[in-house]
């Protein structure tokens, strides 16, 4: 299989998408295409394939929202990048009060197929306005999917999926991520959404991460097997839809569940997915569960704060040794 | 207050070594990504300065040049660019949310449009409280492409708050636009919403002081907000990441010495706010070549002094992070 980049697997995913379906267009092209490791030749050739479908719009991201909204409800399937999630938050009304409720507020007569696309998370410097893991704001909306990608193939693949959904879809790519390598299948192929991958298999504690956690939690899980502990990493890859019999059966195999999500720890991912093994497997569970995510504090600019309220691997196995002793 | 060359040079020459001070320690310390105010000294300097007690101003990502223009002190700027206990808000907002409240910054945001719509937020509570204080946004073009900026314009024509809107244009057409605007007057939006405006060279800073002081009278009047589009000559390193001296080291003799004004960055060194005033200046027998030569000299040494304060600072304990949230 050929070896990508997560940015250029996303990259394209995009192309595919362009390339079979005329209703797709991509607004925020810059933030998305350049600089991101595509060869500067095949950059250029995407550019000028689709000169009218790669759209740089004015800063405005409010009645961008609006405009593929309305858009996709007229019969086109826009993708839209944001650049920084917290750009996003500009177009709050125009995402959960219109997007978000299209199609039940039609009693089912209308769709919005849109993609929405935003890099997030810790990046380093980033301080109070470039730093934010929004995603349980966006899986609090109900109205939207939400797709969460941890790997390059799961890039291509979750973006394919996302671009021909019907429903309006919320990708959220770590920065952090972009750079990461890894095996990409050839061609075009999309990777359906509410279905957890098992990242690594094993018997004593369920770790369930999301984005750039897998990583933290599959290099916590290397710790932990050089003293004996068996880790098995759950990455769900989409929050919306949400493959809950993964994470149940993984929990009913080892007793034990640290979840990991670079979000605030109040109302996160992890905690709704507490909250599922607690209703759910309760009766397996042989130790209380354990969240590793951001306190709920918004993020410093000066290295040593913003590393101490960072979720990393370290944190991972120090969840997982509590976990282990009670 | 009359204009003083001599006053004015002296803070734009501080404001160029603080930024080329950031270019050099965002080497040596392997910083993030800086917005330098290279280039925007004339502006910043000119209208900043006119500023009194109890007026506030609300600035955005190109902000070290606004704060040094005000006169905050460098070496605790510097300091928060590097992340330390002794920078102006402890290390926690860094470069892109300097803050500096005994001298009326009330916010750096780094959201585009973000400063515009705060700053009718402080006009309001000025008028409210009579205090006769102006409120000061700052904001580039591309600000205008928010649809944040119509509705604080309009909020603050409706209302008549006293409020500046200080627009710094470095959008030229043809080039690398930060704005997409439909007209290419950015005036026109304001004016249509009954908004008073202006256009002014922002690379002279005479030319800057007569306006904007004009806009102060006409604000402090009661006359309701005031629109001031500054045309400003975007510095070619503008849009780095990480920044290089992509026009050399400021070279103030250079604004006299032909062989020097020749170089490799003839046409920066043509458009640089300094050079041209300094030229200027001295052709018009308001200051010396040695004056200028000391003037340089001073900001150098200040801005030493500034690195090693910065530098010596150490940072803050990692638990701060947890601190100051609620008060
Ligand atoms: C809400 C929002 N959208 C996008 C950005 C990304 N961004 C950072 S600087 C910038 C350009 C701003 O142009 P302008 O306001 O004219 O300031 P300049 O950098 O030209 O001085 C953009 C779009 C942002 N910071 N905030
Ligand atoms: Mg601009």
Known sequence: MPIKSFAVAMIDALAHSLRSDPNVVLIGAHSFLSDRGLRPEDERALWDAFPDRLIDPPTSEGVCTSLVTGAAMAGMRPFLNYGTATFAFEAFNQIMSEAANVSLMSGGQLRAPMTLHMFAGIRGGGAGQHSSSPQAMYANSAGLELVLPASPADAQGLLRSAIKSDNPTVVITHTRLLSMTGEVPDGDFSTPFGQARIAREGRDVTIVATSLMVREALKAAEALAQDGVEAEVIDPRTIIPLDTAAICTSVRKTGRLVTVDEGNALCSIGSEIAALVAEQAFDALKAPIVRVARPPVPIAFS??????????????????????QA | MAFSPRATLA????????????????????????????????????????????????????????????????????????????????????????????????????????SIGLSVGGGFALKHRKTGGVAVALFGDGALDEGIAYEALNIASLYALPVLFLCENNSKEGEAQTSRLATKELTAVPRALKIVCASVDGGNPKAVDRAVGAALAHVRGGNGPYFL???LVRWPGSHQIVHEFTTGVTDVTAAWDKAKASNEHAEWQRNDPILRFAHDMIACGALTREDVVALDADANAMIAKARTFAEASPFPKPEAALAGVFV
């Open chain 2, 229 to 231: 589009e500054a045309q």
């Open chain 1, 303 to 324: 290295p040593p704060l913003e590393a101490y309220v960072t979720p990393n691997a370290d944190k991972v196995v120090a969840a997982v040794r509590k976990t282990m």
């Open chain 2, 11 to 114: 803070r734009m020459l501080l404001m160029r070594r603080f930024e080329e001070m950031v270019i050099t320690l965002a080497r040596v310390h392997k910083l993030g990504r800086q917005h330098l105010a290279i280039g925007n000294e004339a502006l910043g300097a000119a209208a900043l300065m006119q500023l009194a007690d109890g007026d506030l101003i609300y600035t955005t990502h190109r902000n070290h040049g606004h704060m040094i223009a005000r006169g905050v002190d460098s070496g605790k700027a510097l300091a928060e660019i590097l992340g330390r206990a002794g920078g102006l808000c402890g290390g926690k907002g860094g470069t892109w949310h300097m803050t500096d409240p005994a001298l009326g910054f009330q916010s750096t945001s780094a959201m585009v449009g973000g």
